[in-house]
C-alpha cells in the first residue's frame, strides 16, 4: 500500500503525466456521450469505438470522422463535439481555471505547473493572467469569425440554421479542429473569398499560439518582439505560401481539383489548401483527388504543424526551424546556430531533434502497422498517420473503411500528436538524476 500511495502522489505532481491522463479522461468521457442513442439522428448507438474514435479526434482537435458529422450526428451529438474541440483546443487545465475562477477558488501551486505545462511556459509567474488573456481573446476571435461566416451561412441557410453554422465552423477553425457540419467541408465554397479567407485566418491564429498575441499586443513591432515570436511569424509565412506555390504548381491542370477554377480561385483555393495542410483538416477540393506528389507535400506541411502554444499539432515550426538553422549551421562550420543575432542554447537543439525522431518513429511505425491491417497504398496510410500526428483531420479518403484496430491505432496517434511525444515521454518514463560525472568524449565517423 506504502508503494501504491507513492506513486499515486507521483502521478498528481507530475504535471505531464496530469495532463496525459486528463485528455485521456475527457477523451473517455466523450465517448460515452457520443455513444449514446440520443447523439446519433437514427437513434441507434453508433458502437464505442466509433464513439471513442470520434471523441479522440474532437478533443485532439483533428477532425479525423468515421461518419458524416452533419449526416449522423443529432443536434445533442454535434454540441457534446463543439464542446470537446472547445475544451480539446484551449486545454482541460484552462477550462478547469475558469470554473475555479467563477467559484472564486484560488489557484494552487500545483495546478499553476500543471498549466505551465499546458501553455508551454518557461515559469509559472502570471499564469493565471495569461489564461484570462487566453480565455478572453480566445472568445473574442470566435466571435469576430462567427460574425464575417454568418455573412454567408445566414442568406444560404436562414437565420437560426446560419447562427449555428457560423458558431460551430468559428470554434473549430479557430481551434484547429476541422470538424464540418456543411457535409462536404467547405468544397461547395470553393470560390467565396469571405468564407475561404476568414476560416484560414481563424486557423492561422489559432495555430500561432497564444504567446505570439500577447507579445504583438505588447510589443507592436517586430524588431521588438522576442525571438520566439519572430520565429513562428517568419516560419509560418514561409510555410504557407511555399505551399501554397508548390500546390499551385503540381494541381493547376489536375481535372479534379484546380483544372476547372479561374485564376483567382485558384490561387486561394492553393492558399486555403496551404493553411489548413499544417493545422486544421477543412478542405474546399477534393483530397482523396489531388496527385500524389500533392499528398506528399502536404504529409511534410502536416508533419511540421502549427507553433508552441497554440491549438496546433505537428512537431511545431519551432523545432522544424531549429532543425533546420542546427543543420545550416553545421553545413557552414559555425560552432554556434544563430538566429535574428541571437545564439539557440544546446538545450533546445536537442530537444528538437527529439521531438522530430520521436515523431517521425511514431508515423513511420504506426504507417507500417496499419499496411498488415488495412487495404490502400502505402502513401494513403502515411496521408493518414501523419495527419493523425498533426492533429490535422485531412484524408484521402480512408477513415470511413478502417478496421478497428486501424481505428484504434489512430486514435492513440491523434492523442498522442495532441499531448506531445516528448511531453509523453516525460510523463511515463522514469526521469533519471543527473550522475555526478562525465565520461571521456569519444569519437565516431557519420555521414
Same mark, same amino acid.
Request: hydrophobic share 50%.
Given at each position: 500500500?506504502?508503494?501504491?500511495?507513492?506513486?499515486?502522489?507521483?502521478?498528481?505532481?507530475?504535471?505531464?503525466?496530469?495532463?496525459?491522463?486528463?485528455?485521456?479522461?475527457?477523451?473517455?468521457?466523450?465517448?460515452?456521450?457520443?455513444?449514446?442513442?440520443?447523439?446519433?439522428?437514427?437513434?441507434?448507438?453508433?458502437?464505442?469505438?466509433?464513439?471513442?474514435?470520434?471523441?479522440?479526434?474532437?478533443?485532439?482537435?483533428?477532425?479525423?470522422?468515421?461518419?458524416?458529422?452533419?449526416?449522423?450526428?443529432?443536434?445533442?451529438?454535434? *454540441?457534446? %463535439?463543439?464542446? $470537446? =474541440?472547445? +475544451?480539446? !483546443? /484551449? @486545454? &482541460?487545465?484552462?477550462?478547469?481555471? #475558469?470554473?475555479?475562477?467563477?467559484?472564486?477558488?484560488?489557484?494552487?501551486?500545483?495546478?499553476?505547473?500543471?498549466?505551465?505545462?499546458?501553455?508551454?511556459?518557461?515559469?509559472?509567474?502570471?499564469?493565471?493572467?495569461?489564461?484570462?488573456?487566453?480565455?478572453?481573446?480566445?472568445?473574442?476571435?470566435?466571435?469576430?469569425?462567427?460574425?464575417?461566416?454568418?455573412?454567408?451561412?445566414?442568406?444560404?441557410?436562414?437565420?437560426?440554421?446560419?447562427?449555428?453554422?457560423?458558431?460551430?465552423?468559428?470554434?473549430?477553425?479557430?481551434?484547429?479542429?476541422?470538424?464540418?457540419?456543411?457535409?462536404?467541408?467547405?468544397?461547395?465554397?470553393?470560390?467565396?473569398?469571405?468564407?475561404? *479567407?476568414? %476560416?484560414?485566418? $481563424? =486557423?492561422? +491564429?489559432? !495555430? /500561432? @499560439? &497564444?504567446?505570439?498575441?500577447?507579445? #504583438?499586443?505588447?510589443?507592436?513591432?517586430?524588431?521588438?518582439?522576442?525571438?520566439?515570436?519572430?520565429?513562428?511569424?517568419?516560419?509560418?509565412?514561409?510555410?504557407?505560401?511555399?505551399?501554397?506555390?508548390?500546390?499551385?504548381?503540381?494541381?493547376?491542370?489536375?481535372?479534379?481539383?484546380?483544372?476547372?477554377?479561374?485564376?483567382?480561385?485558384?490561387?486561394?483555393?492553393?492558399?486555403?489548401?496551404?493553411?489548413?495542410?499544417?493545422?486544421?483538416?477543412?478542405?474546399?477540393?477534393?483530397?482523396?483527388?489531388?496527385?500524389?506528389?500533392?499528398?506528399?507535400?502536404?504529409?511534410?506541411?502536416?508533419?511540421?504543424?502549427?507553433?508552441?502554444?497554440?491549438?496546433?499539432?505537428? *512537431?511545431?515550426?519551432?523545432?522544424?526551424?531549429? +532543425?533546420?538553422?542546427?543543420?545550416?549551421?553545421?553545413?557552414?562550420?559555425?560552432?554556434?546556430?544563430?538566429?535574428?543575432?541571437?545564439?539557440?542554447?544546446?538545450?533546445?537543439?536537442?530537444?528538437?531533434?527529439?521531438?522530430?525522431?520521436?515523431?517521425?518513429?511514431?508515423?513511420?511505425?504506426?504507417?507500417?502497422?496499419?499496411?498488415?491491417?488495412?487495404?490502400?497504398?502505402?502513401?494513403?496510410?502515411?496521408?493518414?498517420?501523419?495527419?493523425?500526428?498533426?492533429?490535422?483531420?485531412?484524408?484521402?479518403?480512408?477513415?470511413?473503411?478502417?478496421?478497428?484496430?486501424?481505428?484504434?491505432?489512430?486514435?492513440?496517434?491523434?492523442?498522442?500528436?495532441?499531448?506531445?511525444?516528448?511531453?509523453?515521454?516525460?510523463?511515463?518514463?522514469?526521469?533519471?538524476?543527473?550522475?555526478?560525472?562525465?565520461?571521456?568524449?569519444?569519437?565516431?565517423?557519420?555521414?
Amino acid at each position: 500500500m506504502a508503494i501504491l500511495s507513492k506513486y499515486l502522489k507521483n502521478i498528481r505532481l507530475n504535471p505531464p503525466r496530469v495532463l496525459a491522463l486528463g485528455f485521456g479522461t475527457l477523451i473517455l468521457i466523450g465517448a460515452i456521450l457520443l455513444n449514446l442513442p440520443i447523439a446519433s439522428q437514427n437513434g441507434e448507438s453508433i458502437g464505442f469505438i466509433n464513439s471513442f474514435f470520434t471523441s479522440a479526434s474532437a478533443v485532439c482537435v483533428t477532425g479525423l470522422v468515421v461518419v458524416n458529422t452533419a449526416k449522423h450526428w443529432s443536434l445533442f451529438g454535434k *454540441i457534446v %463535439i463543439i464542446i $470537446l =474541440i472547445q +475544451i480539446g !483546443g /484551449l @486545454g &482541460f487545465m484552462t477550462m478547469a481555471t #475558469i470554473v475555479a475562477m467563477l467559484m472564486g477558488k484560488k489557484i494552487s501551486l500545483k495546478e499553476r505547473l500543471i498549466i505551465k505545462e499546458q501553455l508551454n511556459q518557461e515559469n509559472i509567474s502570471g499564469l493565471v493572467r495569461l489564461t484570462r488573456y487566453v480565455i478572453f481573446s480566445t472568445l473574442l476571435i470566435e466571435l469576430i469569425g462567427a460574425i464575417l461566416l454568418s455573412t454567408k451561412f445566414i442568406p444560404r441557410y436562414g437565420t437560426i440554421k446560419g447562427i449555428w453554422f457560423s458558431i460551430f465552423h468559428s470554434i473549430s477553425a479557430f481551434c484547429n479542429a476541422g470538424f464540418d457540419i456543411i457535409g462536404e467541408s467547405i468544397v461547395p465554397f470553393v470560390g467565396d473569398f469571405i468564407i475561404n *479567407i476568414t %476560416i484560414a485566418l $481563424l =486557423i492561422i +491564429i489559432g !495555430g /500561432l @499560439g &497564444f504567446n505570439v498575441y500577447i507579445d #504583438i499586443s505588447q510589443r507592436k513591432s517586430f524588431k521588438r518582439l522576442h525571438l520566439h515570436s519572430k520565429l513562428v511569424i517568419v516560419i509560418t509565412l514561409i510555410l504557407i505560401f511555399t505551399g501554397m506555390f508548390l500546390i499551385l504548381l503540381v494541381e493547376r491542370h489536375n481535372p479534379d481539383t484546380l483544372a476547372s477554377l479561374s485564376t483567382g480561385d485558384k490561387l486561394l483555393a492553393s492558399f486555403f489548401q496551404s493553411v489548413i495542410a499544417r493545422t486544421a483538416g477543412f478542405n474546399s477540393v477534393d483530397i482523396s483527388k489531388l496527385y500524389d506528389t500533392t499528398g506528399f507535400i502536404l504529409i511534410i506541411l502536416m508533419y511540421i504543424g502549427g507553433s508552441p502554444g497554440s491549438t496546433a499539432g505537428g *512537431i511545431k515550426t519551432t523545432t522544424f526551424s531549429t +532543425i533546420i538553422l542546427t543543420t545550416m549551421a553545421v553545413v557552414r562550420g559555425n560552432k554556434d546556430v544563430s538566429v535574428f543575432n541571437r545564439r539557440l542554447n544546446q538545450d533546445i537543439i536537442n530537444r528538437a531533434l527529439a521531438i522530430a525522431t520521436i515523431g517521425l518513429a511514431l508515423i513511420l511505425t504506426v504507417s507500417l502497422i496499419l499496411t498488415l491491417t488495412e487495404e490502400g497504398n502505402f502513401l494513403d496510410l502515411l496521408f493518414e498517420t501523419t495527419s493523425a500526428f498533426g492533429t490535422v483531420g485531412l484524408t484521402r479518403g480512408i477513415t470511413p473503411n478502417l478496421s478497428n484496430v486501424g481505428k484504434i491505432l489512430i486514435t492513440i496517434t491523434m492523442y498522442l500528436g495532441r499531448v506531445g511525444p516528448l511531453t509523453m515521454a516525460f510523463a511515463f518514463s522514469q526521469r533519471q538524476k543527473q550522475p555526478l560525472y562525465r565520461h571521456c568524449e569519444g569519437n565516431i565517423i557519420v555521414g
